[in-house]
Nanobody, 115 residues
Framework: QVQLVESGGGLVQPGGSLRLSCAAS????????MSWYRQAPGKQRELVATITSGGTTTFADSAKGRFTISRDNAKNTVYLQMNSLKPEDTAVYYC?????????WGQGTQVTVSS
């Protein structure tokens, strides 16, 4: 079965950095794209970044210039490098992939940006 497990979240000060990881298993990782979403309290889940199977990346406007998404196919892992973090980045971050018409989600990892 498809499983996605996020890690790397935590408490960081404004301007700081975090790297989130999502370990995937149960499917052929290299054949599918991966995305990072986030959901802040009282807000809808929003797409933050996507990387295709070929390595093409896209970012939400709020993330451009600050976040980087990458993948390590040898480790079946996707990363989200977050720099220059702002309080507005506080949210639960989820990784996502669509395999055979179905969306799969990790359990989420909390990112809190606060002084």
């Amino acid at each position: 079965q498809v499983q996605l497990v996020e890690s790397g979240g935590g408490l960081v000060q404004p301007g700081g950095s975090l790297r989130l990881s999502c370990a995937a298993s149960g499917y052929i990782f290299t054949m599918y794209g991966m995305s990072w979403y986030r959901q802040a309290p009282g807000k809808q889940r929003e797409l933050v970044a996507t990387i295709t199977s070929g390595g093409t990346t896209t970012f939400a406007d709020s993330a451009k210039g600050r976040f980087t998404i990458s993948r390590d196919n040898a480790k079946n892992t996707v990363y989200l490098q977050m720099n220059s973090l702002k309080p507005e980045d506080t949210a639960v971050y989820y990784c996502n992939t669509r395999v055979r018409r179905l969306d799969y989600w990790g359990q989420g990892t909390q990112v809190t940006v606060s002084s």
